[in-house]
């Protein structure tokens, strides 16, 4: 009996094991997938960017949400806040050289989901006024206190 019981234990120990360490870059397998459903969700993302690429990186993830909770202004809202390195890109002035981020940023606003607030305090810091900067931007008193009153509204925080 004790035999059978210790060959028993074995195979449930190791017959596992045996079929995991199969492809031994994959220890753990493979990941599963899930395919929730997204809808009426309210986010603010809060954006202080050194670079260009990081804010492509926001608006990208913005859409991507915006898109997988089905683009419906009516259910669901992205505020990016921008308050820090990234406002010179957003100033009238630079357009030629950030133009294909501007399009980029313009063009996400479109559908009435994704909206761009940026802080008047950190804009007026880096020498701008809401005449500066492009026109799908709405200008805030302050950040901080923007992305505070969001979040009471029931708005997700994201960095």
Not at 22 to 44: I, S
């Amino acid at each position: 009996m004790r035999t059978f019981f210790t060959a028993w234990l074995a195979a449930i120990l190791f017959i596992p094991a045996l079929s995991i360490a199969a492809n031994p870059d994959a220890p753990w397998g493979e990941a599963r997938v899930m395919e929730p459903a997204y809808a009426k969700q309210k986010v603010v993302y809060d954006v202080r960017a050194n670079s260009e690429a990081a804010v492509r990186s926001v608006i990208s993830r913005a859409v991507l949400l915006a898109s997988l909770n089905g683009d419906d202004p009516f259910d669901s809202k992205i505020v990016i806040v921008l308050h820090g390195n990234e406002i010179p890109y957003f100033a009238i002035k630079n357009y030629a050289k950030y133009q294909d981020l501007m399009q980029r940023a313009q063009s996400a606003t479109q559908n009435g989901v994704i909206e761009f607030r940026m802080c008047r305090i950190a804009a007026r810091g880096h020498g701008f006024e809401p005449a500066d900067i492009h026109g799908f931007v709405t200008m805030v008193p302050m950040a901080d206190a923007e992305i505070v009153r969001l979040q009471q509204a029931g708005y997700a925080y994201m960095r």
